[in-house]
């Protein structure tokens, strides 16, 4: 696998892995770049180039093995093994997380959904029972937790991050609106709904697909 991959090419491949499941859903076994390229809406030198930038696979004459493909991007994004996850805040954007099918699928299990409300704590979201939120350092102490998702106010995102990377959890989803101060050795992706609209606003504003 090669070492050094750019942002650019690390936000693609998730489409990459998307497509390649579907193709093989059509029992489609071999795809060339110029046809991957058509259907991501790629250029076929775009898609050499991305390929190449972490190991390509193909054989000029002969394009990909989908499955052989899909299964290398699977270990390069790292879905190939099973990730554990936990949810703060059992508002609305927690409850859609938890209650989500598709993260299963790609093996990001949601074990536990703790909150600080007592008038959530007790009430359940699929087959989990929300817990307080006071537990949770207890909690992974005693279960695996890869990457606790934070669906919680501006005011207490950063708090937790603090918290709960003490306690061993070094992957981020955040769901607050703010800009997060990672100590090191943690990650985060940051999912800022009002930002995502803003853009849609500029690109129907600017007739940009």
């Known amino acids: 696998m090669a070492g050094y991959i750019s942002e650019a090419v690390i936000k693609r491949l998730p489409a990459y892995y998307r497509h390649l499941k579907e193709l093989e859903k059509e029992g489609v076994l071999q795809i060339s770049s110029q046809e991957l390229g058509q259907r991501m809406r790629l250029t076929a030198s775009q898609i050499r180039q991305d390929i190449n930038s972490f190991g390509g696979i193909g054989r000029q004459g002969y394009g990909y093995s989908v499955a052989g493909l899909r299964e290398h991007i699977g270990r390069t994004l790292g ?7 936990i ?33 959530k704590i007790g009430v359940c979201i699929g087959e989990m029972q929300v817990q307080d939120v006071r537990l949770a350092k207890r909690y992974i102490q005693e279960h695996p937790v890869d990457i606790a998702v934070l669906a919680v106010p501006v005011d ?8 709960l990377f003490a306690c061993g959890v070094r992957g ?4 607050a609106p703010v800009d997060l101060k990672l100590p090191d050795g943690a990650c985060a992706v940051n999912v800022h709904l009002d930002e995502g609209l803003e853009v849609l606003s500029y690109r129907m504003l600017n007739h940009q697909p």
Request: no cysteine; glycine share 8%; proline share 2%.
């Open 172 to 175: 981020f989803w955040n769901f």
């Open 156 to 163: 207490g995102a950063q708090r937790l991050v603090e918290e």
């Open 87 to 119: 949810i703060i805040g059992a508002g609305n954007i927690g409850r859609a997380v938890a209650l989500s099918d598709s993260f299963a699928k790609n093996n990001f299990v949601t074990d536990a959904v703790f909150d600080d409300d007592p008038q």
């Open 79 to 85: 879905v190939d093994r099973q990730h554990h996850l």
